[in-house]
Nanobody, 117 residues
Framework: QVQLVEFGGGLVRAGGSLRLSCAVSGRTLPNYVAAWFRQAPGKERESVASIRWAGSTTYYVDTVKGRFTISRDNDKNTMYLQMNSLKPEDTAVYYC??????????WGQGTQVTVTS
């Protein structure tokens, strides 16, 4: 059984930075993908970034390119999302996800990120 536990999030002013962490316990496989999603109030959940558990291929939604960085530490079984130059429109609940791809079978509990202007 795979479990994901998220850390980080919080309240930050526009232009600030936050780092989200997601610890993965249980079965990990090199062909799996680690991903971050977010859901803002009244909006659908969107994919923010993803990275292969083995290798360096990454994906970013256009709205976060150049500001967010996804990474993972295989030794610690942890994925990260470094968020810089945050904007109020980045406010959302952020979720980590893990699996072969859409639809991801494993999800974190979600963490709130609030960016004030």
């Amino acid at each position: 059984q795979v479990q994901l536990v998220e850390f980080g999030g919080g309240l930050v002013r526009a232009g600030g930075s936050l780092r989200l962490s997601c610890a993965v316990s249980g079965r990990t496989l090199p062909n799996y993908v680690a991903a971050w999603f977010r859901q803002a109030p009244g909006k659908e959940r969107e994919s923010v970034a993803s990275i292969r558990w083995a290798g360096s291929t990454t994906y970013y939604v256009d709205t976060v390119k150049g500001r967010f960085t996804i990474s993972r530490d295989n030794d610690k079984n942890t994925m990260y999302l470094q968020m810089n130059s945050l904007k109020p429109e980045d406010t959302a609940v952020y979720y980590c996800a893990y699996g072969l791809g859409h639809p991801y079978p494993y999800w974190g509990q979600g963490t709130q990120v609030t960016v004030t202007s």
